[in-house]
């Protein structure tokens, strides 16, 4: 498909552990953002890249939230030590632009931490 | 900073009948731009309608259309003739700096 991808769909962790998230925007797009929704929540604001470079971090929780985007097109979020409060949907987007407006998100990752 | 409020958790409508969603923004950036997005239970984000914040006219699209009125700062999403399918969580958002600032969105039940 040309949509945006992310990987894997559901995880399942123990509280402390590391995990990797996985996001694969569409095809050209040179920015891309992640986004965390919490049950009954909207998605918020966690990181954007244009091209390889982190433009925005502002709203990483704390220093065990991390992400690469070491080629410009796929993007891995990275947590650490996960904690309970960790637990949430991890939303990726992509747009063509980062001012080009319209961003298209992927199906998201369901984080649960035990 | 960016804000939106959706003071509406949740709506009901009959099928074929028409819908507004209320959603109030606050900002101090000049040029914005205001997005509704629709979430079904399968959880994706679907991209509904795009109003910029000078567009002289508001946005349509096909069954949806924004009424945008920039001095009360408000971007209501109609909906009309709805469908079993429109049920879902409705999104407002507004983007500044480069990303989007969501509200908590309502719940949205048709009826048949």
């Known amino acids: 498909g040309a949509g945006v991808s992310q990987t894997p769909s559901n995880k399942v962790t123990e509280k402390g552990k590391y995990v990797e998230l996985r996001c694969d925007p569409i095809s050209g797009h040179t920015a891309l953002y992640w986004y965390r929704q919490s049950l009954g929540q909207g998605p918020e604001f966690l990181i954007y890249?244009?091209?390889?470079?982190?433009?925005?971090d502002s709203g990483l929780p704390n220093d065990r939230f991390f992400a690469v985007r070491p080629e410009g097109s796929v993007s891995t979020l990275k947590i650490q030590r996960t904690e309970r409060g960790d637990s949430a949907v991890y939303l990726c987007?992509?747009?063509?632009?980062?001012?080009?407006?319209?961003?298209?998100f992927g199906p998201g990752t369901r984080l649960t931490v035990l | 900073a960016q804000k939106i409020t959706q003071t509406q958790p949740g709506m009901f409508v009959q099928e074929k009948e028409a819908v507004t969603l209320d959603c109030t923004y606050d900002?101090?950036?000049?040029?914005?731009?205001l997005f509704w997005y629709k979430q079904p239970s399968s959880g994706e984000m679907i991209f509904l309608i795009y109003?910029?914040?000078?567009?002289?006219q508001n946005a349509t699209e096909g069954r949806y259309s924004l009424n945008f009125q920039k001095a009360r700062k408000s971007a209501n999403l109609v909906i009309s003739a709805s469908q079993l399918g429109d049920s879902a969580m409705y999104f407002c958002?507004?983007?500044?700096?480069?990303?989007?600032?969501f509200g908590k969105g309502t719940k949205l039940t048709v009826n048949p």
């Open positions: 890249f244009q091209g390889t470079g982190a433009a925005d």
């Open positions: 958002a507004i983007l500044g700096s480069e990303k989007l600032v």
């Open positions: 987007a992509s747009s063509l632009m980062a001012s080009s407006g319209e961003q298209f």
């Open positions: 900002t101090s950036d000049p040029s914005y731009g």
């Open positions: 109003q910029g914040s000078y567009d002289q």
